[in-house]
């Protein structure tokens, strides 16, 4: 059974940073896909950033050259540093893991970023 456990989340001002964690229990997290994903009030859920077992990663247009998802397998946890935040980053943040080709099987519980103007 894989946990995964979201920390790092606050209120910061726009223009400031936030290092996002998703520690994992279960399974080292270089054998999963990871996914970063944000929901808004009023707001579908969306895709943030995502990245392979490979180390590969993408992300969303809206996050591209402000965010960067990395792995830690020592810690087994995976980041995001979120830079230059705006207050439409305003959301709860959950990271995600699943096998890949936008599956994903566990989600933990979420994060709350807050970007004020």
């Known amino acids: 059974q894989v946990q995964l456990l979201e920390s790092g989340g606050g209120l910061v001002q726009a223009g400031g940073s936030l290092r996002l964690s998703c520690a994992a229990s279960?399974?080292?997290?270089?054998?999963?896909?990871t996914g970063w994903f944000r929901q808004a009030p009023g707001k579908e859920r969306e895709f943030v950033a995502h990245?392979?077992?490979?180390?590969?990663?993408y992300y969303a247009d809206s996050v591209k050259g402000r965010f960067t998802i990395s792995r830690d397998n020592a810690k087994n946890t995976v980041y995001l540093q979120m830079n230059s935040l705006k207050p439409e980053d305003t959301a709860v943040y959950y990271c995600a893991g699943g096998p890949g080709g936008g599956i994903y099987d566990y989600w933990g519980q979420g994060t709350q970023v807050t970007v004020s103007s």
């Open positions: 279960g399974r080292t997290v270089s054998s999963y896909a």
């Open positions: 990245i392979r077992t490979s180390g590969t990663t």
